[in-house]
């Protein structure tokens, strides 16, 4: 073991190297992949410079996620205090489903959901778990708000028309869980969004009152903290009235921004927050945790406890449930994504998550203001939002964002909103600083000239 210690340290220092040097690395394509990188596996073993001479290629031509040039997902940087978190927990290996095997582990993740739902007003009720992403997430709220408004779906399937809400910005894994769930992907319900791409809660309310006109059942809507293409905000407090009219399970989506809890600054954009039933955040995004670090908490503990306890008595061998995190689950075996969050949290106090926060608008902010400071560009984003929407020379976004990745110039994405298609910047990365912003339009200037795009 302490042999692959020192090559990973060694692994480790060339990656850092590479980041800084390299920026997100050259793609490979697709077809020459195989003749690029010896990945197959053999009847022999591969010797031991063999192997470290394919894990240094490796390292090298994956895409640098930490780079100063990575614009492209929403995640990105990497924080050294929370990295190690995740290091120890790869070590410590325990899985995340009683007290017996987990231990204090069991704790750490415990003060985290409690901490949360603290923040956001839920009361001694509540509880939550760590799910396998944000899409998961919003499975489990989806589960529980069916299990609320129809208990027998558990045992008997569904026999009636349910109906679930979300907005036609929002992710894409609501109607993906809608078919899971098995009321089926038609019975979800796409409200429209005004200019900003914030839903409308009156047609939303107009929605609801058509399906129930119609027999069928609404039982869930879906808000978003931080919309996929534009990042925008729905107005949780004025849906949640909507919410409370039909009696209908509203859950906030705040994989993308949901950590604006921490900031006193940006806490306002989620304002009604505690009037959900369940709420999902992501600390891979917003906070710089390493992937996956996904929470969703709920307001009445009950309902995680109904949607996922299942008796195993070859597993709970210990009698506090409470301690026994499987109980309220959606997996059996789980590795600890709750540690690297603790020790990010613990290294940099309440304080240092909210500059961290604070920080990523501010690279926002000064990517906006460079955008309408230079007529070549066109901004179609808006303020309180971490993703910076832009085209340049009017470019078709989607030819330059290619073209910048197979040059390994930059990694960003692109997207669309209201039939237009634009450049999509991700200030998420929380280690960058001013100068990074700048050199990143520069780049694309100097690249769309020399190019002659």
């Known amino acids: 073991m302490h042999k692959d210690l020192k090559l990973f340290i060694e692994l480790a220092e060339i990656l850092l190297e590479e980041e800084a040097n390299n920026t997100v690395a050259k793609p490979i394509d697709t077809d020459k992949l195989y003749q690029t990188l010896d990945l197959q596996l053999n009847d022999a073993p591969a010797l031991d410079e063999e192997f470290k001479s394919t894990l240094l290629q490796i390292v090298k031509n994956t895409p640098k996620t930490a780079s100063t040039s990575f614009f492209n997902q ?30 204090p582990q069991v704790g750490i993740e415990k003060v985290i959901l409690n901490k949360i739902c603290d923040i956001i007003g839920y009361g001694n009720e509540s509880d939550g778990t760590f799910a396998p992403g944000g899409s998961m997430s919003n499975y489990m709220a989806m589960l529980m708000a069916r299990d609320k408004y129809n208990s027998t779906i558990r045992n008997e399937g569904v026999t009636n028309k349910m109906v679930a809400y979300t907005s036609e910005a929002s992710h894409y894994s609501i109607a993906k869980n809608a078919s899971f769930i098995g009321i089926g992907r038609n019975q979800v319900r796409r409200i429209k969004t005004n200019a900003f791409g914030q839903m409308l809660a009156e047609d939303l309310e107009h929605q609801i009152k058509l399906d129930i006109k119609k027999g069928y059942q609404p039982f869930f809507v879906n808000a978003t903290a931080g919309t996929t293409v534009l990042g925008a ?6 849906i949640s009235n909507v919410c409370k009219t039909y009696d209908l399970w509203l859950h906030l989506d705040g994989a993308y921004c949901g950590s604006v809890i921490f900031s006193k600054k940006y ?5 009604g927050i505690e009037h959900t039933d369940s709420f999902s955040v992501n600390a891979h995004k917003m906070l710089s945790t390493p992937l996956s670090c996904s929470i969703i908490v709920v307001k009445n503990k009950t309902y995680l406890h109904q949607s996922l306890t299942n008796d195993a008595e070859y597993l709970y061998q210990t009698n506090d449930d409470d301690f026994n995190l499987g109980k309220t689950s959606l997996q059996c075996g789980r590795r600890n994504d709750a540690l690297k969050l603790w ?21 926002a902010d000064i990517a906006r203001d460079y955008i309408n400071n230079h007529s070549d560009y066109k901004l179609y984003s808006f303020d309180d939002s971490i993703s910076v929407c832009f085209n340049y020379k009017n470019i078709p976004a989607n030819i330059l964002c290619t073209k910048l990745y197979q040059s390994a110039k930059l990694m960003v994405g692109y997207g669309n909103f209201n039939d237009t298609e634009f450049v999509r910047m991700v200030t998420i990365n929380s280690v960058l600083k001013e100068e990074d912003i700048i050199a990143f339009f520069k780049t694309i200037e100097s690249f769309v000239e020399a190019e002659k795009l």
């Not at 990497?78 to 987990?102: E, F, H, P």
């Not at 905000?233 to 004025?238: E, I, S």
């Not at 806490?267 to 304002?271: A, C, D, P, R």
């Open 74 to 103: 929403l995640f990105g940087g990497r924080i050294g205090k929370a990295t190690l978190g995740d290091l120890l927990a790869v070590m410590l290996n325990n899985s995340m489903y009683t007290y017996k095997v987990a231990g």
């Open 233 to 238: 905000f729905d107005n949780t407090k004025t």
């Open 267 to 271: 806490k306002h954009l989620v304002e």
């Open 343 to 363: 020790t990010l949290w613990k290294s940099v106090g309440n304080k240092g998550l909210e500059h961290i926060v604070n920080h990523q608008f501010k690279l």
